[in-house]
């Protein structure tokens, strides 16, 4: 079973920065690896697949590059509706595994 | 309008049974395996299960396997869960998440989830 980590915990950026959050896998998940974002009392959101590539309808500010076990994905620059948790999930092997979140807050 | 709608949720006591539903429109279910995706109280997100387009190919974390059934009706559109034995670390929000990429075969790849219901509760008391 393949265990993601991710790290910040917290992320404090103040708006107009950049945010970089990173996700590590303990074996290669090769290029599949995808990135959610979720906002308090709501669903999950796809933002980014295949390590770099964005959704529908995701603003080019969401970016996310890596391969093998260390991903990152960056935000160029925070907008208030950016403060939110992010997750990483592999999808190489069964089971589909998430990492445990970061929290994106207000510096 | 592609949406998921669960239901179902609820509050149940220890050892007891709930089933889960999560009603799909604006999109060829059939076509599309899905998951059963739970997040307990202030915590990450947890897969729980899948089931091909067909639903002749399951998978089971390890923590509900043996305890947890999937399975989905085509004709309504509907996909279910099935729970018993519950535990007090089945306490949570259970989704229901579409895969991106189809797959009508038994047994489907792992995907990424582009489509996710709104959610719904169980709370297990003991």
């Known amino acids: 079973e393949i265990v993601m980590t991710q790290s910040p915990a917290t992320l404090s950026v103040s708006p107009g920065e950049r945010g970089t959050l990173s996700c590590r896998a303990s074996q290669s998940v090769s290029s599949n690896l995808a990135w959610y974002q979720q906002k308090p009392g709501q669903a999950p959101r796809l933002l980014i697949y295949g390590t770099s590539t964005r959704a529908t309808n995701i603003p080019a500010r969401f970016s996310g590059s890596g391969s093998g076990t260390e991903f990152t994905l960056t935000i160029s620059s925070l907008q208030s509706e950016d403060f939110a948790v992010y997750y990483c999930?592999?999808?190489?092997?069964?089971?589909?595994?998430f990492g445990q979140g970061t929290k994106v807050e207000i510096k | 309008e592609v949406q998921l709608l669960e239901s179902g949720g609820g509050f149940v006591q220890f050892g007891g049974s709930l089933r889960l539903s999560c009603a799909a429109s604006g999109f060829t279910f059939s076509n599309y395996a899905m998951s059963w995706v739970r997040q307990a109280p202030g915590k990450g997100l947890e897969w729980v299960s899948a089931i091909s387009g067909g639903g002749d190919g399951t998978n089971y974390a390890d923590s509900v396997e043996g305890r947890f059934t999937i399975s989905r009706d085509n004709s309504k559109n509907t996909l279910y869960l099935q729970m018993i034995s519950l535990r007090d670390a089945d306490t949570a929000v259970y989704y229901c998440?579409?895969?991106?990429?189809?797959?009508?075969?038994?047994?489907?790849?792992?995907?990424?989830?582009?489509?996710w219901g709104q959610g719904t509760t169980v709370i297990v008391s003991s």
């Open positions: 998440a579409k895969d991106r990429v189809s797959c009508s075969s038994a047994t489907c790849y792992p995907d990424v989830f582009d489509l």
């Open positions: 999930q592999q999808y190489s092997k069964w089971p589909p595994a």
